[in-house]
């Protein structure tokens, strides 16, 4: 069986502590087979105690290796993420959510943004608490993610 490529171990050996006997190895007489064949009763007990033993081993260090896959996934994708960050009082488009909210009136033409809305201030975790430019406020914070600077026209008085 072949080995998954994030742990480095077929899945069988992780569970059961050592390889797959396949059909055909059975079929043919494999060498391995042969060798199992030529042991006696207390051998092949000792030589399953040790594989056992050895699968503790095996499953940590698939654990480590899928760890370390993980962050340099994440390390990848950090750099093409771009953080978004806002100052207090910025002026900020927000995002239509959820979907399917949208006016049925335009169809797929109606707005994915709506706004300009302030920062009102800010909230740990890249959240902020918006208001109008009215002064109402929002009740809940909203994540950095679903806004996007607003950036004023100069042929329209705001």
Known sequence: MACHGS??????????????????????????????????????????????DDSAEHQLRALISIEENKKRVARRYDKKVKAKEFADGDLVWKLILPIRTKSSKFGKWSPNWEGPYRIN???????????????????RALNGKYLKKYYP???VDA
């Open 153 to 155: 026209s100069i042929w």
């Open 7 to 52: 742990t480095k171990v077929s899945p069988y050996q992780l569970v059961y502590g050592h390889d797959t006997v396949l059909p055909w190895e059975v079929k043919t007489g494999s060498r391995r087979l042969s060798f199992q064949n030529e042991l006696s009763a207390d051998d092949y007990a000792t030589l399953m105690k040790d594989e056992l």
């Open 121 to 139: 201030r800010s909230a740990p975790g890249n959240a902020y608490i918006l208001e109008t430019l009215k002064g109402v406020e929002f009740p």
